[in-house]
């Protein structure tokens, strides 16, 4: 199998956009962006490190099966820029779930998949102002369309670096795409099961501030800010 390009074709490539491919599903597993060799750099990883992540399990996976993990250029010749769009907009498309990639694509929090009624609630959803001991929890990379409210709380509630001095607020609030989608009384804390440098929150949902749900946080949260945890009035 290539596993490197001559320098007349990077050339031409410039930026690119990538698939890697399950031979016998014909399932993408994971999409990137790069210039030069890039996208057989994952399949040299997956050889020679001691890594034992989701892509590089899946690659192995493919060659303890005697097979070659099908490398498929999207779209090349693209600017920096153009390559991220496309990256995410790809991401997006086939769904995080679905792909070993670890993160959305670039500004898929501002301006990624939305639907007609997320897309009315981010730019026209009315701008509350919290006056309460609050924590802004962004929930964007685990939330998704239709999920319980079961489902919702566990994802909001654990599991978070929040350092004792900062486990003084009296509420948390899930945020996704800046518009709060519910509002949980927090009972106490605890250490995660999960991560014991981490901790999780008890809690039940706050119905005297069932008004704040579908409000816009904006004032509050800077888009692509990494940190997903926002202290207010506290």
Not at 43 to 48: D, F, I, R, V, Y
Not at 116 to 127: Q, T
Request: proline share 4%; with cysteine.
């Amino acid at each position: 199998m290539v596993l490197s390009f001559s320098p007349s074709v990077i050339e031409n490539l410039a930026c690119y956009v990538y698939l890697l491919i399950d031979p016998d599903t014909n399932k993408v597993f994971y999409v990137g962006k790069g210039q030069g060799n890039r996208m057989f750099q994952h399949l040299l990883e997956a050889e020679t490190s001691s890594e034992t992540y989701e892509k590089l399990d899946v690659i192995r996976a493919i060659k303890a099966r005697e097979k070659e993990v099908v490398c498929l250029i999207h779209r090349h010749g693209l600017t920096e820029k153009e390559a991220f769009e496309v990256e995410s907009s790809l991401i997006d498309f086939i769904g995080l779930v679905e792909l070993t990639n670890r993160v959305l694509g670039y500004k898929a929090d501002d301006r990624g998949q939305m639907t007609v009624s997320e897309v009315i609630a981010r730019y026209d959803a009315p701008i509350i102002t919290i006056s309460e001991p609050a924590l802004l929890i962004i929930i964007n990379k685990l939330y998704r369309r239709g999920m319980s409210e079961t489902e919702l709380y566990e994802i909001t509630r654990q599991s978070w670096k929040v350092a004792p001095e900062r486990r003084k607020p009296k509420y948390a609030l899930a945020v996704y795409n800046g518009i709060i989608r519910q509002v949980y009384l927090i009972d106490n804390w605890s250490k995660s099961v999960a991560d014991p440098k981490r901790w999780e929150f008890q809690g039940t949902i706050a119905n005297n501030l069932q008004y704040y749900v579908g409000k816009s946080v904006s004032p509050y949260i800077t888009i692509g800010a990494q940190n997903p945890i926002k202290y207010i009035n506290c």
